[in-house]
């Protein structure tokens, strides 16, 4: 009964989502069909599990811009030494890295960037909106304010994603993400979050896709590569799209 249990409840967090924000996901498309109708570019950074999702995908959108980030240090602790505290953070937690890669980002006034952080908590991604926005960059935030009333934030500022961003579509999700009360596990189980990002995510792209062909502009996707000529398809493709970044 676990499998039907999990596909009822995350139905019930897709119905939520379909009745609460679909208005929202239609003001975020028609904040991005503005800027890129303008010249500007949509910017992407996800600080999970979903950065790969919407990204070289059959029906996917050749604008799209991902922020990937790798920081690493690597420094033998000598013996007889305990880590520092900020030895122990991953660069995901620390805010003062946003610097670094805001000056290696390609922003320009009247971007946007779509952020996503199921709890909004993270240091590096409050930090990134705030610094984005400092530029000119217009911030889409995914993620649950639910889950982010529930704990506290890692920011200096105590803010969360969801207090920063410009426009906010609601995960919907659970505190902890998770959703399965499963006897003998002392945690929930099956998290939402992914399942959620996706149904928002796309549902976004569809949107946007029929606002800027309502403007009398082409956006490029991806064909399948399964298909037959699609190599040459999406070649043409990317060619039209480097010319007109739409």
């Known amino acids: 009964m676990s499998a039907l249990e999990y596909m009822e409840k995350s139905s019930e ?10 208005p929202v996901i239609r003001e975020a498309a028609k ?11 949509l910017h992407y950074f996800d600080s999970g599990h979903c950065t790969g999702e919407l990204l070289g ?21 000598p013996p ?7 030895a122990r953070k991953g660069w995901y937690q620390d805010e003062h890295v946003v610097d670094f890669v805001v000056d290696h980002c390609h922003f320009r006034p009247g971007d946007v960037l779509l952020l996503c952080s199921v709890s909004g908590s993270s240091p590096f991604t409050v930090e990134l909106a705030l610094k984005a926005q ?3 960059v217009q911030v889409v935030a995914i993620t649950s ?7 506290k934030s890692r920011h200096s500022s105590g803010k969360f994603l969801y207090q920063v961003a410009d426009i906010v579509i609601d995960n919907c999700g659970e505190v902890g993400d998770a959703i399965l009360e ?6 929930k189980a099956c998290p939402s979050s992914g399942l959620a990002f996706v149904f928002i995510s796309w549902s976004l792209i569809a949107e946007l896709l029929r606002d800027l062909t309502a403007r009398g502009l082409k956006p490029h996707v991806y064909r399948s590569i399964n298909l037959p000529g ?11 799209y480097e010319r007109t970044g739409i």
């Open 80 to 86: 007889g030494r305990e880590p520092s505290e900020e």
């Open 182 to 187: 499963i006897p003998g596990l002392d945690a």
């Open 145 to 151: 304010p639910t889950y982010s009333k529930a704990i």
């Open 230 to 240: 699609s190599r040459e398809f999406n070649e043409e493709a990317k060619t039209a």
């Open 31 to 41: 904040l991005i069909a503005d800027s890129m109708a303008n010249g500007g570019a």
């Open 57 to 77: 995908r059959a029906g996917g959108l050749f604008a799209i811009h991902p922020i990937k980030v790798n920081v690493r240090v690597d420094h033998p602790l």
């Open 13 to 22: 967090i897709l119905e939520r989502i379909r009745s609460t924000q679909l």
């Open 134 to 136: 400092a530029r000119g």
